[in-house]
């Protein structure tokens, strides 16, 4: 993007999102410096919910460390004219590779929670995942943005609960459906428990109407395995799924090549790779480990996105080059809607569509098609 087109978004955040709002102080030049800021202004509590991962936080550790660890063999002498960041996905342009993962409970960092997420969404034409556990109403949301929005559905249980919400997300003008299968049972969180972290009262989850009820299971059942478990979505709740949506479906949160093959041959629509941000499952695979054996699989312009430790632009071409065609960020814009709103949002994508553009140019890259014939060295 030319730094005019990055005035003009921001401009529109500022205006149509954050009207009267402080402006984005100048150290905010990166996603680790928002990061920093965040923490500064975000009770502990809340920030040992949003930073921890699972148990002892290896997968978390580690989800950092595989990107940092690649370096990318930069190509010279190439023809940068006319250069661009768009790709083609269903039949819809989209103007880069960037998507705002989804996240649960925005109100505990912008009292404009997922409203101000999609406001800053659609100043710079990113598409946004709602979550299920989103505090504000999914048609509230379509109205507050011009932003592409996909529905990520927690399976509530039962498939008549689970087709309610995906109906609701249907008229409200939501473009996929993407089913999280990663998280059967939320995940232990030592520093989250350490805090003392609660959701407060008025922090509702409200496109929820009710809690699935866990079964009971018989004498002499696991509690668990036959109790909460027993709710999780199976493969056949996905050719269900498949059969009750004309939208795109999208399976989050895929790692091993037999899912892959098997949703391809299902007919799913395409895959994120993900680990829930290591907050589910320690000592889990990294989905950058992971990527690579899932594009080997599946057909060569199979959609498959990375979710996961991404904190920089180059990051994302690290991402393109090994066989991604997107990639889906959480913490960052979160960092950037704690800190200042709906232009916090706006302005992180922007810092990181600049460090995708600049590393692009310097790899020698005009297009994304291009970005996916580089080397990358683990």
């Known amino acids: 993007m030319t730094q005019g087109g990055v005035e003009g978004a921001m401009t529109r955040a500022k205006e149509g999102a954050m009207t009267g709002t402080m402006a984005i102080a100048a150290h905010l030049f990166s996603v680790p410096a928002y990061e920093q800021e965040a923490q ?72 404009e929670a997922e409203l101000a997420s999609a406001q800053g969404a659609g100043a710079t034409q990113t598409p946004m995942l709602v979550s299920s556990f989103a505090n504000r109403r999914l048609e509230d ?16 249980g039962s498939r008549a609960a689970s087709l309610a919400l995906i109906r609701r997300a249907e008229s409200a003008g939501y473009q996929a459906i993407v089913l999280t299968v990663d998280a059967p049972h939320m995940g232990i969180r030592d520093r989250e428990r350490a805090s003392g972290f609660q959701l407060a009262a008025d922090c509702l989850a409200v496109n929820l109407e009710y809690s699935p009820i866990r079964p ?84 060569e312009l199979y959609p498959l996105f990375l979710d996961s430790g991404i904190r920089r632009g180059s990051e994302v071409v690290k991402a393109l080059a090994l066989g991604a065609t997107a990639v889906m960020v959480g913490r960052p814009y ?30 020698g890259c005009a297009s994304l098609q291009a970005v996916r014939q580089l080397t990358v060295l683990d």
């Open 40 to 111: 500064a202004v975000l009770p502990p509590a809340i920030w040992a919910y949003l930073s921890g991962g699972a148990m002892s936080e290896t997968t978390l550790g580690a989800n950092r460390e595989s990107w940092e660890r690649l370096q990318l063999v930069p190509r010279r002498l190439q023809a940068l004219t006319g250069g661009h960041t768009r790709l083609e996905l269903w039949g819809k342009t989209y103007e880069h590779p960037i998507w705002l993962a989804p996240v649960a409970h925005q109100q505990l960092f912008h009292a």
């Open 141 to 156: 949301i379509a109205a507050h943005s011009s932003a592409p929005l996909w529905f990520q559905l927690y399976w509530q």
């Open 216 to 299: 009971v299971p018989e004498p002499g059942r696991h509690p668990l395995f036959d109790g909460l478990f027993a709710l999780a979505p199976v493969w056949e709740d996905v050719v269900w799924l498949k059969s009750q949506t004309s939208l795109p479906v999208v399976l989050k949160g895929i790692l091993h090549p037999a899912d892959a093959q098997q949703a391809v041959q299902l007919g799913v629509d395409g895959l994120i790779v993900s680990n829930h941000g290591g907050r589910v499952m320690d000592g889990c695979i990294t989905p950058m480990d992971a990527l690579p054996a899932l594009r080997a699989v599946t057909p």
């Open 334 to 363: 979160v960092y950037g809607l704690a800190v200042a709103g709906a232009l916090g949002v706006a302005h992180v994508v922007q810092l990181l569509r600049e460090e995708l553009e600049v590393t692009m140019g310097q790899c």
